[in-house]
């Protein structure tokens, strides 16, 4: 009788590669200091809580609270002139630790014995716990706005247990808000126009 069910609560776990989404500059093309800027991330483990309410037979509302932890964002340059002793190619790491709050609506297949498969979309509302940490105030670094706002979809299985709900699920998420905070004085910064968050995140909910 899950299905029939007002709300319920649960666990989620998760794996999430995340990397910043970017838009040369009109300085980029016209200056040579810097020839190439190639985003690139590691990944990082997901913890959350999960609220579903059921709206119908096939549709469901979910918030789903999770904390990022341990994944970092990248930048490699290639420079076309250096200072003396400085490299030809530079990369510059942006650690990241995000609290999301994401919000979504799901629409369920019928249900097959103990097995069936949903699709979800909705909003979420980014904070980046790490926007103000000492690395991001090193005076070269690429200054990041802290909040950011997005959509998300996906796609997940629930196979039902007998004492719990197992369901692995892949998201996509696009973020929004332009996240560079422009300085054209710096010249790692001044390549970019635009840079947005961009995350695949694969999660197994555990719910009661």
Do not use: C, W
């Amino acid at each position: 009788y899950h299905d029939d069910m007002p709300y319920y609560f649960g666990l989620t776990l998760g794996y999430n590669s995340s990397y910043l989404h970017q838009l040369k500059s009109s300085h980029f093309m016209a200056n040579d200091s810097v020839l190439t800027a190639e985003q690139g991330s590691t990944g990082g483990i997901s913890l959350g809580l999960l609220a579903t309410g059921r709206l119908s037979d096939h549709f469901q509302i979910r918030f789903n609270p999770t904390l990022f932890l341990g994944g970092s964002r990248y930048f490699s340059y290639t420079l076309g002139s250096t200072q003396p002793n400085e490299a030809k190619e530079q990369k510059q790491t942006l650690p990241t630790t995000i609290v999301s709050m994401p919000v979504h609506f799901k629409f369920n297949s019928d249900r097959i014995d103990n097995f069936r498969t949903y699709l979800l979309f909705g909003v979420k509302f980014d904070t980046d716990l790490s926007s103000n940490s000492a690395l991001r105030n090193v005076p070269d670094i690429i200054k990041l706005r802290k909040n950011d706002f997005g959509r998300e979809g996906g796609l997940g299985f629930n196979f039902f247990l007998p004492f719990v709900t197992i369901s692995p699920e892949i998201k996509f998420s696009y973020g929004l808000t332009n996240l560079l905070i422009p300085d054209p004085n710096l010249k790692y910064a001044s390549v970019f126009q635009q840079l947005q968050s961009r995350m695949i995140v694969f999660s197994i909910h555990f719910e009661d």
